[in-house]
């Protein structure tokens, strides 16, 4: 069926240090892959997005890499800062519709 | 532009009664989707729509519909509200193809099934 897995649910890291978030995605015709991050009581906003034609992309302390063979793709957040906790959601397009995964929450430790 | 608008911003409804979550966007975006976010269950696909005239259903559509009657507005109608439905809405909307764009989060109904 239509899936998108993503784990972990939390994550704790020291401030300063990388954190890096999984995702799956079960239908290979799959071509867009955002990263939507989501503070408290705030609505969802996309950080990056990867296309199906590249395998990584990095936009400063950010970023996404593509495996199309495997079918799973990663966020990469290094040399992280207190504003950097939040929720994180991944998506997958999946026919004509965008599939979240169900979100990992990231503690940034001072 | 104001972006994605949604109202009301809270409800409270009582089991069995019925209404209607607004959502509007003045960005000409083709593409809106209604998504229903609970706790642990991240954010889940109720209906979309690629265009004016045209709707689907997504992973949970059961106990909602929609209507595209215009390109800017896409209301998501509750029949007979069931405490199962108690959730935050979320409305979105894209440029173009939509499901390969970004989409656009309105600020989210708060709504409570009693």
């Known amino acids: 069926g239509e899936n998108v897995e993503q784990h972990p649910s939390t994550l704790s890291v020291q401030e300063g240090d990388s954190a890096v978030i999984k995702c799956t995605y079960s239908?290979?015709?799959?071509?867009?892959f955002p990263w939507y991050k989501q503070e408290l009581g705030k609505r969802p906003q996309l950080i990056i997005d990867?296309?199906?034609?590249?395998g990584e992309k990095k936009d400063q302390r950010i970023a996404v890499t593509l495996n199309k063979t495997a079918k799973h793709f990663s966020l990469h957040i290094t040399e992280t800062q207190p504003e950097d906790s939040a929720v994180y959601f991944c998506?997958?397009?999946?026919?004509?519709?965008?599939?979240f995964g169900k979100g990992t929450r990231l503690h940034i430790l001072p | 532009n104001a972006g994605v608008t949604q109202t009301p911003k809270f409800q409270v409804l009582k089991t069995g009664q019925s209404m209607t979550l607004q959502c509007a966007q003045d960005?000409?975006?083709?593409?809106m989707s209604w998504y229903r976010q609970d706790p642990g269950m991240g954010l889940r696909l109720i209906h979309y729509?690629?265009?004016?005239?045209?709707?689907d259903q997504g992973e949970v559509p059961n106990g909602y519909n929609v209507s595209r009657s215009t390109t800017e507005d896409f209301p998501l109608r509750l029949l007979s509200a069931a405490p199962s439905q108690t959730s935050v809405y979320f409305c979105?909307?894209?440029?173009?193809?939509?499901?390969?764009?970004?989409?656009?989060f309105g600020p989210g109904t708060r709504l409570t099934v009693l």
């Open positions: 979105a909307s894209s440029y173009g193809d939509g499901n390969t764009d970004t989409q656009y």
């Open positions: 239908d290979s015709a799959s071509n867009y």
């Open positions: 990867i296309r199906s034609n590249v």
């Open positions: 998506a997958a397009s999946i026919g004509d519709k965008i599939i």
């Open positions: 960005m000409n975006h083709e593409y």
């Open positions: 729509s690629v265009g004016a005239g045209i709707t």
